[in-house]
């Protein structure tokens, strides 16, 4: 009963630092997607995979970098950590849109401090 | 674009109703969800609406309005537990795939 899963839950990272968040999810979905959330500004979108092997950019994706080798796995990183990517991490999947009464589930979210 | 408003906070007391609104204006709406969060946790799926009208679901009810581009969450018989922050969301399909675009949400803080 995992459903997506996100690691770590938590990490401090020193400016200029690298990390990669990951996600796994075991409900074959097609869709998945990485957002942030900060305080007063919701949720908002970093990258999305709409499969395998494919990935684009969403709102803000500037500093991120994905990857989507196997359809259960997505993968978010930071090659050089800045304070302004402090934030909550959530990872999300769902099925294609085509399904359109199928919401997004998500994980349970990375706290993530660049000091 | 996409603008969705919805009130940053909203108090009640534990018995009572409390209806959360929640306005939008996009170009290629494919629906509305409301999701809860309870502090610290991930946000969980409670509603979606796609054509007008009315959803029920126990405690929680949905409207859709799309000519007015607004819809809101009612939520009946209140508990403590229904303390969280409640998103609004809407699907745009104008680049095909069809991405959710969040409202800030409202925090429902619900008292004795």
């Not at chain 2, 303390?83 to 409202?103: E, H, I, M, N, P």
């Amino acid at each position: 009963n995992a459903g997506v899963t996100q690691t770590p839950k938590f990490r401090v990272l020193k400016t200029g630092q690298s990390m990669t968040l990951l996600c796994a999810q075991d409900m074959n979905h097609e869709y998945m997607y990485w957002y942030r959330q900060d305080p007063g500004m919701g949720l908002r979108l970093i990258h999305y995979s709409v499969g395998e092997g494919t990935t684009a950019k969403g709102e803000v994706p500037d500093g991120y970098n994905v990857s989507r080798l196997k359809k259960q796995n997505f993968l978010l990183g930071l090659e050089s950590a800045a304070p302004s990517q402090t934030s909550v991490y959530f990872c999300a999947s769902s099925y294609a849109h085509l399904r359109i009464n199928q919401p997004q589930h998500f994980g349970d979210g990375t706290r993530l401090s660049i000091l | 674009g996409q603008n969705i408003d919805q009130p940053t906070e909203m108090t009640a007391t534990e018995g009572a109703i409390v209806q959360i609104n929640c306005t939008y204006q996009t170009s290629g709406f494919n629906g509305l969800f409301w999701y809860q969060q309870h502090a610290g946790e991930a946000p969980t799926f409670l509603s979606y609406n796609v054509l007008d009208g009315l959803e029920e679901k126990g405690r929680f009810s949905s409207f859709l309005s799309r000519s007015k581009g607004y819809s809101y969450l009612l939520l009946k018989e209140l508990q403590m537990k229904d303390s969280a922050s409640y998103l609004c969301a809407v699907r745009d399909v104008t680049d095909s795939w069809g991405k959710l675009q969040f409202g800030a949400g409202t925090q429902v803080v619900v008292t004795p």
